[in-house]
């Protein structure tokens, strides 16, 4: 299984930025996918899944905010985040399989999924 991520980077408060990730090593059209991030001195946070059926999941928090999408046909899946806040800073994740919680967080251990990405930095300052 391999996730190779792209985007990412500076962007000013209000602004947008878009995070793909290529998956390969698995039938990508038949397993959930995720976002996933983490701030520095933080837990990693889910920031949001996408179902083999196209149902989508975020949290409260980011609803409205960041959009998931994939394309079965490249094997891709898509973060969009808009009006992108100081507290979107963090390392962002693609991880292959649906967002579990443990504890309102990533599980870890046995519970956290195997598969991630390399994790791209996003960073939200003027």
């Known amino acids: 299984v391999q996730l190779v991520q792209s985007g990412g980077g500076l962007v000013q408060p209000g602004g947008s930025l878009r995070l793909s990730c290529a998956a390969s090593?698995?039938?990508?059209?038949?397993?959930?996918m995720s976002w996933a991030r983490q701030g520095r001195g933080e837990a990693p946070d889910w920031v949001s899944g996408?179902?083999?059926?196209?149902?989508?999941y975020y949290p409260d928090s980011l609803k409205g905010r960041f959009t998931i999408s994939r394309d079965n046909a490249k094997n891709m899946v898509y973060l969009q985040m808009s009006n992108l806040k100081p507290e979107d800073t963090a390392i962002y994740y693609c991880?292959?399989?649906?967002?579990?919680?443990?504890?309102?967080?990533?599980?870890?251990?046995?519970?956290?999924?195997?598969?991630w990405g390399q994790g791209t930095q996003v960073t939200v300052s003027s």
């Open positions: 090593g698995f039938t990508f059209s038949t397993s959930a």
């Open positions: 991880v292959a399989g649906p967002p579990l919680y443990c504890g309102g967080h990533v599980c870890e251990g046995e519970l956290r999924p195997p598969h």
């Open positions: 996408i179902y083999t059926d196209g149902r989508t």
